[in-house]
């Protein structure tokens, strides 16, 4: 629970700097295209959404690639017929239609997925990532699509019962999550375990290898709906903000991002998105 509010400073803080970001943004925006804008762009000053559509180069010309750990449910899996689903994958397509862009998604471990769109391997990454101070200072983060809970899964039968009896306890999580930062910070690296992806983590859990699993809300239920004898605690250990990452300074293709969401946020496309794969209870 303590780091509820660090995560809420680090959600105030996140908005501060997109609103500095914005400003700051559509300024070098105009000082790079100041040559090409000289017709077209300029007398379309207003038009900041065309602006940036016209500067947006991608990783791979015609595509918007997206980096994402596809184990991920409801936020990003694989339904039976190996197609990618989920809200981050219909969230990103509805951001490259108006772009022009044909949406690519390329699976791999969660901490892979960072890197690549840190490193300009992928255009950006959607994989439920929480934004934190840390990753902050490597990537540039979109506005928030959503927010996440990181809930603790124990078995039935537990005497865990809040997040201060995991202490002496062995926790496992997914590799180069919240989850594993957060716990290995208030219990000590040696108390927790991390796992290639959550559903792994979940097993060993199963397995009687971990007492707990520390993973985000929306996946917990889904694992735990999917694994008799497993419950989620009442009590949430930390509350974060979803977004989008991309490469530090990659303002073009932020601008274009934020646009295309507010445009979801505005028309109730993203509330419909997120309702189609997360029922109210
Ligand atoms: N929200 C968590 C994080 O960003 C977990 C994301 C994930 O496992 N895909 O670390």
Redo the contacts with the bound molecule.
């Keep these: 629970m303590k780091k509820l509010s660090a995560m809420l400073m680090a959600g105030a803080m996140m908005m501060s700097l997109a609103a500095c970001g914005s400003s700051a943004s559509s300024a070098s925006s105009e000082a790079v295209s100041s040559e090409a804008a000289s017709s077209e762009v300029a007398s379309s000053a207003a038009s900041s959404e065309a602006a940036s559509a016209a500067e947006l180069t991608t990783v791979t010309p015609g595509k918007l690639t997206m980096s994402?750990?596809a184990a991920?449910p409801p936020?990003?899996s694989t339904d039976d017929n190996g197609n990618f689903v989920g809200i981050d994958i219909d969230v990103a397509t509805a951001i490259a239609e108006p772009l022009g862009l044909e949406l690519q998604v390329d699976d791999m471990d969660?901490d892979a997925?960072l890197l690549a769109a840190q490193n300009g391997k992928s255009d950006l990454v959607m994989?439920?990532?929480?934004v934190?101070e840390d990753r902050q200072l490597v990537m540039d983060f979109s506005d928030s699509y959503a927010t996440?809970i990181?809930s603790i899964i124990v078995k039935e039968d537990s005497d865990v019962a809040t997040p201060d009896d995991l202490a002496d306890k062995m926790i496992g999580t997914?590799r180069?999550?919240?989850?594993?930062?957060y716990c290995s910070d208030d219990f000590g690296d040696e108390h927790v375990t991390p796992y290639d992806?959550?559903l792994t983590a979940v097993q060993a859990l199963v397995n009687g290898q971990v007492d707990a699993v520390v993973?985000?809300n929306a996946?917990a239920k889904e694992f735990v709906a999917a694994n008799p004898g497993l419950k989620i605690l009442d009590t949430a250990y930390a509350e974060?903000d979803?977004a989008i990452g991309v490469a530090k300074g990659n303002t073009a293709m932020l601008d274009a991002i934020n646009g295309a969401l507010e445009e979801l946020k505005n028309d109730g496309t993203l509330q419909a998105i997120i309702d189609k794969y997360i029922k109210a209870e």
Excluded: H, L, R, S
């Excluded at 994989?127 to 929480?130: D, N, P, R």
């Excluded at 180069?176 to 930062?181: F, K, S």
């Design positions: 994402t750990n991920f936020y990003e969660f997925a994989a439920g990532v929480t934190t996440g990181q997914q180069g999550t919240t989850g594993y930062i992806d959550g993973i985000d996946p974060e979803y």
